[in-house]
């Protein structure tokens, strides 16, 4: 099994609906993060958690939301997606302290139409 | 804020040639890292380098920790199709007050048998 587990590796949605991506891990670690790709732009950080009790916005956070479940469960909603929401979505983890940076889930290809 | 400035953006080359590529950054780091994503895949760590001037292979890859710690490079020598992806760089100050990775926006790679 896969150390970082995004559900569902595909979605398509239409506009205005609400959805959630979820992102689960076996890591054991304390840090998670959700970042979007779009071609070109690279990997943005959306929210990313240090722990249950800690979320924190990233650099692209309007529109979306998120809630850590558990240590081992970080999941990613779009209140009421819209079209330029359609993207690569993934989740990934850390430890505090890590010198080998992050573990990424195998993404989530969202398409909002 | 901290940006790294990747490049090229994109390559198309020969199987058997050799390939470079940098990140530049007008911030110090004193953590560089490279991954690479497959396609339909998340990025996956090759080199981790922690100490400027330092230089590290992984097989055909080989990465260097740029000596005023603004800046990275990897080369992959005599590549093959298997190389095919998108490259990123990414750096990070551990210890800081967020420790969070900061991303290059990519270098994609394309080799042609």
């Known amino acids: 099994d896969a150390d970082v587990t995004q559900t569902p590796r595909n979605r398509i949605t239409k506009t205005g609906k609400r959805i959630m991506l979820e992102c689960s891990q076996t890591?054991?670690?304390?840090?998670m993060y959700w970042y979007r790709q779009d071609p070109g732009l690279g990997l943005r950080l959306i929210y990313y958690?240090?722990?249950?009790?800690?979320?924190n916005k990233g650099e692209i956070s309007d529109g979306y939301s998120v809630s850590r479940q558990a240590q081992a469960k970080f999941s990613l909603s779009l209140e009421s997606a819209i079209p330029n929401q359609t993207a690569l979505y993934f989740c990934a983890t850390s430890v505090k302290g890590s010198l080998t940076g992050y573990t990424f889930g195998s993404g989530t290809r969202l398409t909002v139409v | 804020g901290q940006q790294l400035n990747q490049s090229p953006q994109s390559m198309f080359i020969q199987e058997g040639e050799d390939v470079s590529m940098n990140c530049t950054s007008s911030s110090i780091f004193n953590t560089w890292l490279w991954y690479k994503q497959d396609p339909g895949e998340g990025p996956v760590l090759l080199i981790a380098l922690y100490k400027a001037g330092e230089l590290t292979s992984n097989g055909r890859l080989t990465a260097q920790f740029g000596i005023t710690r603004k800046d990275s490079f990897l080369n992959i020598s005599a590549s093959i199709p298997s190389d095919v992806g998108i490259y990123f760089c990414?750096?990070?100050?551990?210890?800081?007050?967020?420790?969070?990775?900061?991303f290059g926006k990519g270098t994609k790679l394309s080799v042609k048998p």
């Open positions: 990414a750096a990070l100050n551990y210890g800081g007050s967020q420790g969070n990775l900061i």
């Open positions: 958690s240090f722990d249950v009790k800690d979320i």
């Open positions: 890591k054991g670690h304390d840090r």
